[in-house]
């Protein structure tokens, strides 16, 4: 194994100008349901044993699907402001805040309407972003 370095504000770079021009050219990810999803860690390409890892990037006022995992999911706001909702609470969230999700629960995040929002993501066990690891990223969550 060998340690992997990531700047996650080049990164973050990068899903910014991909919601502006629409250019997802990689590494910066694929446009799913509305937002650019860019999978950093999976079993799958071999980058983690254990989790999945990446970063999205929610243009002003989008919002994912409702949707629910196995994995608990960790939700750490790089820039931006929005909403996440799980079950029938939700919070508001904004610039170095946290949500963890558990296990099963339907839940959604939103943009602000008059930002986007840069969320990095990890979740456990992995699955759920081998849908976004293909050139043509299935739908879904």
């Known amino acids: 194994m060998s340690i992997r370095k990531l700047g996650i504000e080049e990164m973050a770079s990068g899903l910014r100008a991909a919601v502006h021009t629409g250019n997802t050219t990689p590494p910066v990810g694929n446009w799913v349901n509305g937002r650019v999803v860019a999978v950093l860690g999976s079993p799958e390409d071999g980058t983690t044993t254990s989790m999945a ?12 699907p409702w949707h629910s995992h196995e994995a608990e999911e960790f939700a750490y706001i790089i820039s931006g402001e929005g909403r996440i ?29 008059d930002q986007e929002l840069i969320v990095m993501w990890m979740y456990a066990p992995p699955g759920s972003e081998v849908r976004w ?9």
């Open 53 to 64: 890892f990446g970063m999205s990037a929610l243009p002003k006022g989008a919002s994912t």
């Open 85 to 113: 909702s799980i079950g029938d609470e939700s919070v508001i969230v904004s610039a170095g805040e946290a949500v963890i999700t558990p296990s099963n629960l339907p839940h959604m995040t939103s943009a602000a309407a």
């Open 133 to 141: 690891l293909s050139e043509n990223p299935t739908e879904g969550s």
